[in-house]
Nanobody, 116 residues
Framework: QVQLVESGGGLVQPGGSLRLSCAGP????????MGWYRQAPGKERELVAI????????NYGDSVKGRFTISRDNAKNTVYLQMISLKPEDTAVYYC?????????WGQGTQVTVSS
């Protein structure tokens, strides 16, 4: 069983910032496209951001463009999501994803709550 371990979620006020981290085993991390997805109550899971294995290309959901930044440190087998200018509508469980042509793994999720 492949484990992706997320951390960094929590409660933050509107306009605040958070950084999420996700660590995984090197055997999958070095070839995986890594991504962050989120799911709010009563809504479908949606793409937040993805980054290719070498970190050369990234893509973002429309609602987070300009506010969120995905990055990866392949030496540490870790992917990050820097979130700024957070809004109440960013409240959701955030999931880390590792994907290749052969497999698709998910983390357990970390709660992000944006509220005053």
């Amino acid at each position: 069983q492949v484990q992706l371990v997320e951390s960094g979620g929590g409660l933050v006020q509107p306009g605040g910032s958070l950084r999420l981290s996700c660590a995984g085993p090197g055997s999958i991390f070095r070839i995986a496209t890594m991504g962050w997805y989120r799911q709010a109550p009563g809504k479908e899971r949606e793409l937040v951001a993805i980054v290719t294995s070498a970190g050369s290309h990234s893509n973002y959901g429309d609602s987070v463009k300009g506010r969120f930044t995905i990055s990866r440190d392949n030496a540490k087998n870790t992917v990050y999501l820097q979130m700024i200018s957070l809004k109440p509508e960013d409240t959701a469980v955030y999931y880390c994803n590792a994907k290749s042509p052969w497999w698709d793994y998910w983390g357990q999720g970390t709660q992000v709550t944006v509220s005053s």
